[in-house]
């Protein structure tokens, strides 16, 4: 009995010296150390670097920084007027623009004044025609003319004339060869005269396109060397030079397509006009043959009485 008392004793105290001691209470809701420690493999964070207070600005900055933040800095872009790139251009190629320009003043004024001649011209002409149509000599052809000033009276009186210089005893065929001398003459002086001012226009047309050209390669040839100089490929640089230099060769083909086509519209008037000298020449011709038949009559009729 006392040794089964024993055992029991000797079991109890096995038990409570085995268990673990009890905390507090106020120790059990914290966590346990081992919980809360970090894991052995992870990373340590670095420490948080304290943020310096920033450094107060004088007062004159702090008074001048709400403007420069309401107002942004936009720089003004460059002016691309036709008149500002022609200000702003090289001095040859402002030479070459201004000459370009005198050109075309040029090229307008003949086609405005070739345009008064030829229309006139043409009207004196289309009814100095008219008022010969029934016409019977040479000298009813005169009488109709008084007063006019076309190529159609010039060739009446040199046909007249011709035969004053020629004379009774002249042949019909020479007379006839003579005259018709004379308004061969007569109408290549009207050519000249219509064709007057068109060579200018031709030379405009053919060379315009060129010289503005030359004054386009000479212009960018300055952009390049300002290119080069300013070390920069920025197009707001290298825009307004390029386009001061093209600026010339607009104004060569703005004086040269004008040309041109005046000059091929004046070619085709003038040729319409030599069409209405050469019937006005064929008219004259027969008034005269008429009056040569009728001197030739009469010869022989006295000849026959």
């Known amino acids: ?10 079991v109890t105290a096995f038990a409570f010296l085995a268990l673990p001691a009890t905390p507090p209470l106020a120790q ?59 200000l702003n251009a090289d001095i040859v190629v402002k030479i070459v623009m201004v000459s370009l320009a005198f050109a075309s003043l040029v090229t307008w004024t003949i086609f405005f004044a070739k345009s008064l001649q030829l229309s006139h011209a043409r009207l004196r002409l289309r009814k100095a ?44 065929a020479g007379i006839k060869e003579r005259s ?5 003459e007569i109408a290549r002086a009207e050519a000249r005269a ?13 060379t315009a396109p060129f ?19 300013a070390q920069t490929t920025n197009l707001a640089v290298v ?3 390029i386009a001061e230099a093209l600026l010339a060769t607009a104004i060569g083909l703005v004086a040269a397509i004008p040309a041109v086509i005046i000059y091929n519209h004046f070619s085709r008037a003038t040729k319409a006009y030599l069409e209405y000298v050469g019937r006005g020449s064929g008219a004259v ?21």
């Open 239 to 241: 825009a307004p030079g």
């Open 28 to 86: 059990t809701s914290a966590p346990s150390p081992a919980a809360t420690a970090p894991a052995a493999n992870a990373p340590e964070a670095p420490p948080a670097r304290p943020v310096p207070p920033e450094a107060s600005p004088p007062p004159e900055q702090r008074a001048a920084r709400p403007l420069q933040e309401s107002a942004p800095v936009n720089r003004a872009p460059r002016d691309l007027s036709p008149w500002s790139m022609f």
């Open 211 to 229: 010289v503005g050209l030359f004054g386009t390669v000479w212009g960018i040839m300055n952009s390049f060397i300002g290119i080069s100089k």
């Open 180 to 184: 018709a001398s004379r308004f061969a």
């Open 129 to 172: 025609l008219a008022r010969i149509v029934d016409a019977h000599t040479l000298s009813e052809a005169q009488t109709a003319l008084s007063g006019g000033k076309s190529a159609l009276t010039v060739m009446v009186r040199a046909a007249q004339h011709e035969v004053r210089l020629s004379g009774d005893g002249a042949s019909e």
């Open 194 to 206: 219509m064709r007057n001012g068109m060579a200018m226009l031709a030379t405009i047309g053919a």
């Open 285 to 305: 011709a027969r008034l005269l043959s008429r009056d040569l038949d009728r001197s030739r009559s009469r010869l022989l009729r006295r000849a026959a009485e």
């Open 1 to 10: 009995m006392k040794s089964w008392r024993r055992c029991a004793v000797g």
